[in-house]
């Protein structure tokens, strides 16, 4: 929090009528409550406090002194500042135009002014805000844990808060200020009280009263008047008594302004002990709230009050913590000390409790007296089974009872914890089922139960997942629903009509019940053949239920089934008479299927056929991150070697260059996905299906038929790779050389021919390649060299052996 700066006013030479017209306007200032922690910052107070009159004023402040602070730590005052406006002359006012102070401590619910004088226009313009607008004091650091919390957590497992000091934590600073709040009608007045008097009729006035010390007040022509001491509901008799003596015919309104501080001590094991001053409405709850409430080792259940010598109350916490009475709460007086003693006897309470923590104890308690401070037993709290662990002896020992009435009468001791346990989370009489079925969960079980009774029928497996995405089939989202401006509606892309289950389908030959042995404890698994019961209604299959037994059905994701067992579809794209998604019967095969779609059309080109299966994309995948990951690794053992091996920087440079070209190559394959095409080998020049008419069939299966295409692909390192017209028994060369020709960097050893059907015929270890010739749809790939070497290099690599050779042939010699 940063310091507080109060400026001091620095007014003109004022005349005494605009000096007391400044003090009219500046009106009552709400009362705070203030615990300075310096004497600067009583000094800012009494320079900023409003004066009182003299017969009010305190001799150490009239003296120039504050109290508390040693002698000439002020400058004399001179006797103009006696004055009832005194505080106002420039010639008054203390060296410096502005006072830095320190934080102030300010709490509580009840507010108060220092103890050096009333508040001044700081604290008024404060109690001028909303009074629901509150401000809270920040969070004071955490007290470290008791002992005994620290000893109970080592047992429960977590760190138990002590019950009530959560109230002190965040306390607002600012309240609805008390010059606005009735007093009650058993209010002493004392000295520093206003009493606003209002008489009307023979005579009128109206008249703030401000009580001196003395405990009087002054009325003109009724003289000074004591009323200290006197209820504030015995006040307007009182006056009225007093007026009567001088005037006749006449009433009279009493109500009160600004009331009084009072100086309190709060002392003992509070988290901020010191001196508050506060206002004459507190009470003991009001100056524990301002000292920051206990400390850990500070009493809840016998805070006193002291007045002199004697204890005037007695104050329990946990009666206006536990059920909200008051009634031990005595207000303040001014002297008062409210001494907080060190804490009682301390039990811990954890568990199936509805408020964990750490009571104090005030006399002889029981476990059923704690458990009402908890707030009760939770609903999951185990009633036959409760610990109490004790220490005895010097020893730790533990009790274990039922919270029953004997037990509940069991009685606390100091350092007790006690434990509710939580009841098994156990169900009795009851069959869960579970798995692929429409309502999974629990049913209550009966003698002679059995399956049928919790699998009725077929509806009873259609799970809530596969009707939630059937209902979405129907649904048009909103954005697609209206046509969308020109440009985005040319870019939006079609969506896939797709065809297929929408929730994978349920394994009719095998579920299981799964049933514990009450004597060892053993899980037993009990199949069953769920097609039979379901379908057939098998009564071998209807199987008797036990308290417990889980039963779980299963789908065909969750264990794979016999293809004659699978939903299949396949899908017949291109070149058919009727090209669809068809469903394969257990034993079809593809050339019953291609059949089925009324055979293939006069311009299918077979040969070109893609055939594409889901189990081998996977496979295929696999493989091609395996394949990738050695040429990734191989290309950076090269990469060593020959960075190794360079001669000059220049050389290096270039070599990093291709390595760097050959990680971006490695890179796009990774994004290249494999398509799961399998080649079938088929005839060119004929469109018989009879060689894979036998070719069983999977689920997700594609078979696209194209038309027979008119061109040849020529691609890699040729001067212009593109599409040429296919002519028949032209050798590749031919195709090749209308492609403009092999490049500088074409690597002619390693070309290929990719066949349409998917196959591939490479240049090596096949005799007469440029004179193969092609089918329609076939492509010539040429691809590139990816280490060259200029012949510079080469000339120069080759002059280094060929000088070693001379260098070690002039040696022989030598030694010869």
């Avoid at 206002?279 to 009001?286: A, E, F, I, Y």
């Avoid at 080792?297 to 009475?325: N, P, T």
């Amino acid at each position: 929090m940063s310091s507080i700066r109060i400026l001091r006013p620095r007014p003109p030479s004022l005349s005494w009528l605009a000096a007391a017209a400044l003090l009219l306007l500046a009106g009552p200032a709400a009362s705070q409550v203030y615990a300075p922690r310096d004497p600067n910052a009583a000094r800012g107070m009494l320079n900023q406090a409003p004066a009182a009159s003299r017969s009010d004023r305190d001799p150490a402040r009239d003296s120039g002194q504050v109290p508390g602070l040693e002698s000439g730590a002020y400058p004399e005052r001179p006797e103009e500042c006696d004055g009832p406006l005194g505080h106002l002359l420039p010639e008054c006012q203390l060296p410096g135009d502005t006072l830095d102070l320190p934080p102030l401590e300010r709490r509580g619910t009840e507010t108060g002014l220092p103890a050096t004088g009333q508040e001044g226009d700081a604290t008024g313009e404060r109690s001028r805000r909303n009074p629901s607008e509150f401000e809270f004091m920040p969070m004071p650091e955490p007290e470290p844990p008791s002992e005994f919390q620290r000893f109970a957590a080592s047992s429960v497992g977590t760190l138990l808060p002590i019950y009530g000091a959560s109230l002190f934590e965040r306390v607002p600073t600012t309240f609805a200020p008390l010059d606005r709040v009735p007093v009650t009608a058993d209010y002493a007045i004392g000295p520093g009280d206003e009493i606003l008097l209002r008489v009307w009729g023979q005579v009128n006035m109206d008249l703030p009263l401000v009580v001196d010390r003395a405990g009087a007040v002054y009325i003109p022509q009724a003289g000074s008047i004591t009323v200290a001491g006197i209820e504030f509901r015995q006040l307007p008799g009182f006056l009225r008594s007093q007026l009567e003596r001088v005037f006749r015919n006449f009433d009279l309104s009493v109500n009160m302004g600004q009331l009084r501080s009072i100086q309190v001590f709060v002392v003992g094991h509070a988290r901020r002990p010191g001196t508050y001053t506060v206002s004459s409405l507190s009470t003991m709850v009001s100056a524990l709230f301002a000292a920051g409430g206990p400390s850990a080792q500070g009493s809840m259940r016998r805070i006193q009050l002291k007045r002199g010598a004697e204890v005037v109350a007695e104050m329990d916490l946990y009666d206006l913590l536990l059920r909200g009475d008051k009634s031990g709460d005595a207000r303040l007086l001014p002297g008062d000390v409210v001494y907080i003693p060190p804490v009682g006897p301390q039990v811990a309470a954890a568990g199936s409790v509805k408020n964990p923590a750490v009571y104090e104890l005030k006399g002889e308690q029981t476990v059923g007296e704690l458990i009402g401070m908890t707030g009760g037993l939770s609903s999951l709290a185990d009633r036959e089974r409760a610990t109490l662990e004790r220490i005895a002896e010097g020893s730790r020992r533990v009790v274990e009872f039922q919270l029953d009435d004997e037990g509940m009468r069991l009685p606390m001791r100091d350092g007790d914890v006690f434990q509710a346990r939580t009841i098994q989370p156990r169900f009795e009489e009851t069959v869960t089922l579970r798995g692929n079925v429409a309502n999974p969960g629990r049913f209550h079980w009966r003698p002679g139960m059995r399956l049928r009774d919790i699998i009725p029928d077929r509806e009873s497996l259609v799970t809530r997942d596969y009707w939630k995405k059937r209902n979405l089939l129907g649904f048009t989202p909103p954005e697609e629903a209206i046509a969308a401006e020109p440009v985005e509606e040319a870019r939006r892309r079609l969506t896939e009509t797709r065809i297929g289950p929408t929730a994978p389908d349920i394994n009719w030959s095998y579920a299981v019940i799964e049933r514990q042995n009450p004597q060892d404890l053993m899980t037993k698994l009990l199949p069953f053949h769920l097609g039979r019961l379901v379908l057939e209604h098998d009564g071998a299959q209807n199987l008797e239920l036990r308290p417990g037994d889980v039963v779980t059905v299963f789908s065909q994701a969750d264990i794979r089934v016999p293809q004659m067992q699978q939903t299949r579809t396949v899908r017949l794209e291109g070149e058919f008479n009727a090209p669809g998604i068809y469903d394969v019967e257990p034993g079809e095969t593809l050339g019953q299927l291609i059949e089925k779609a009324g055979g293939l059309t006069p311009q299918a080109y077979l040969f070109g056929a893609e055939f594409l299966r889901e189990s081998v994309r996977k496979d295929q995948q696999k493989r091609m991150e395996r394949y990738i990951q050695d040429l990734e690794q191989e290309a950076d053992k090269a990469a060593r070697n020959r960075l190794a091996n360079a001669d000059n920087p220049s050389q290096a440079q270039m070599l990093d260059a291709e390595i760097k070209s050959q990680k971006e190559m490695v890179e796009r394959l990774r994004s290249v996905q494999p398509t799961g095409r399998i080649v079938l080998s088929l005839d060119p020049d004929s469109n018989d299906f009879s060689q894979i008419a036998h070719m069983t069939l999977e689920d997700g299966d594609r078979f696209v038929v194209p038309a027979l295409p008119s061109t040849v692909n020529v691609m890699g390192a040729v001067y212009s790779p593109n599409a040429l017209v296919f002519a028949k028994k032209r050798p590749v060369r031919e195709y090749i050389a209308q492609a403009g020709g092999f490049t500088r960097n074409a690597d002619e050893d390693r070309s290929y021919i990719l066949r349409a059907d998917g196959s591939v015929l490479p240049r090596r270890g096949t005799s007469g390649f440029e004179k193969k010739s092609l089918n329609p749809g076939d492509a010539v790939i040429i691809p590139e060299h990816l280490f060259k070497t200029t012949f510079l290099t080469n000339l120069r690599n080759w002059s280094e052996v060929i000088s070693q050779f001379g260098l070690g042939a002039a040696a022989i010699n030598v030694l010869r």
